[in-house]
């Protein structure tokens, strides 16, 4: 194994092989216990795009919250998927169906188009220019701002959808999608998460779907794996401490060394 690969993995911490139901369990107690931990929070908050990610982190929520309100008799536990579409999203029934497999308890639905707007002729009247590239980060941190706004109106917390298959190759908004709360994916890869969706026996089309951040206008739907230059399947298998091409394993290792500043707090005097 190359020798930053095992230090990858060492530090994200993910296992070569899981059992589903097992790391279903270890996720949904983690949430459960966090909020036992902190007993002025009620509520889970987090988007849900019609993706595998939020549809497992989402189901995972609602089972943490069910679990809590039987246990501790508290019934105002709860969590709320939020729809966040920039105005019309082409997959929008996807993200229905999701939110219906999970049950969410609460849909709150905010479109950012009118906010991440704005933002843009903002900046815009300042001279600047703001590509489509930019202006899709911009999108990111305006779901960040409205999930943040959802919280702090229900003692919730927001739940971020990263995993090491993000992590790694640091694809995801710093702030924006990068701006959570708790993590319960962290520790596992993109097939990882597929075997605990099928686990929960939830619809197929929406853990075989094409992952995309769905960010860009000029690029509608962009495949995160074209983004990338790099599969998932070279991605789950670096991470799980298999040979790979050293091309692929090249693309993966500049990706995490350009994005460590994403894996950190922000740096300080202290820091070299
Ligand atoms: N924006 C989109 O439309 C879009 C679409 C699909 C996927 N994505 C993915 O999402 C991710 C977001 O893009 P991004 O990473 O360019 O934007 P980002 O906003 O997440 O990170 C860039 C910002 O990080 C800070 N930064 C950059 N280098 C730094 C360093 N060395 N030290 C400290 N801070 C530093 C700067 O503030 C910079 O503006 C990318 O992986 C991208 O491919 C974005
Ligand atoms: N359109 C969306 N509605 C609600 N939540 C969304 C939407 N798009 C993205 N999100 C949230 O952001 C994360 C990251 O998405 P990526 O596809 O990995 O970029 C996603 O899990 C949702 O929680
Ligand atoms: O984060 P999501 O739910 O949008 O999943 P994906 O990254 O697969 O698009
Ligand atoms: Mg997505």
Do not use: C
């Amino acid at each position: 194994m190359r020798e930053l690969q095992k230090e990858i993995i060492e530090t994200l911490k993910v296992q070569p092989t899981i059992d589903p139901k097992q790391e279903i369990r270890r996720s949904v107690d983690f949430m459960k216990n966090y909020l036992k931990k902190v007993p002025s929070l009620r509520s889970l908050v987090l988007g849900i795009s019609g993706g595998q990610d939020s549809t497992l982190a989402g189901a995972l929520a609602e089972i943490a919250v069910r679990e809590l309100r039987e246990e501790t008799g508290i019934q105002d536990y709860r969590f709320i998927a939020v729809r966040l579409p920039y105005g019309v999203q082409a997959d929008e029934s996807d993200a229905m169906k999701a939110i219906e497999f999970m049950q969410a308890d609460e849909v709150v639905r905010i479109d950012i188009k009118p906010a991440a707007d704005a933002m843009v002729a903002a900046l815009e009247a300042n001279d600047l220019k703001i590509s489509d590239f930019n202006k899709g980060n911009i999108k990111a941190r305006e779901r960040m701002i409205a999930q943040y706004g959802i919280a702090g109106s229900n003692a919730g917390i927001v739940i971020g959808t990263d995993h090491a298959a993000e992590s790694v190759t640091g694809f995801y908004t710093k702030f924006g999608d990068g701006g959570a709360d708790i993590i319960p994916l962290w520790r596992l890869d993109k097939r990882q998460g597929k075997a605990m969706l099928k686990e929960l026996n939830a619809p197929v089309e929406l853990y075989e779907k094409t992952p995309t951040a769905d960010l860009e206008e000029e690029r509608p739907a962009l495949p995160d794996e074209v983004a990338l230059g790099v599969t998932y399947d070279d991605i789950d298998n670096y991470l799980e401490g298999r040979e790979i091409s050293s091309e692929a394993a090249d693309k993966i290792e500049g990706w995490y060394k350009r994005t460590a500043h994403k894996r950190v707090l922000p740096y300080t005097v202290f820091d070299n």
